[in-house]
């Protein structure tokens, strides 16, 4: 059985891979390790390999994961990429350096909300639903425009880009990636400051490379790196 080790070596070449086939710098992609449902073991063994930034979708695992005394005094990154409610930012908002799963106007208010409260400038990703599957979160792509000037003029918080989860259909994927980045640059075009809204999170284990190629800027990858749940 690979290591997790070698499985971020791996990923990592085929980031690089990836990036020249596009006509891309590999800098400019990041890796965020999924790693929700697994230990604090294999987090270590995961940032003992170099990798900094992991990915929780569980409010109360992740807040057990950071208060574990295995991980708590190593400088990870936490991206939160779950489906947040409102009434969970409280208890998140202060542990994270970027939340995907912003996905309602409320959620977006509360967060700006709590990041007041706490005296933080929080930054966060709007997950849009670009398959328009009904078991899926996220915010039309026409909601995301209708919004945009609330979401950018609300205090203490950053929207910084976009974020969605595939279709499992290649071709659909694709689509669905390049339907994104258009989404974002439409966002670009009538952002007070286009230099801050700038990030893509989109690609997962079974298709980050073509997410790459559209333009993603951070992939989420899991069982690539620590096996199936």
Known sequence: MASI????????EQITSACLSAGRDPAEVRLIAVSKTKPATLVKEAFDAGQIEFGESYVQEFLDKCQDPLLENLPLEWHFIGHLQSNKVRSIIDKVSLVHGIDKLSTAEELSKRAIQHNLQVDYLLEVNTSGEASKYGMHPD???AAAESLFSMPNITLRGLMTIASPERAEAQEEFRNLRLLLESLQEIAPDPSKLTELSMGMSGDFE???HEGATMIRIGSAIFGWR
Do not use: T
Request: no cysteine.
């Open 5 to 12: 080790a070698s499985n971020i070596e791996a990923i990592r």
């Open 143 to 145: 909601e995301v425009v």
């Open 210 to 212: 073509d997410a790459i």
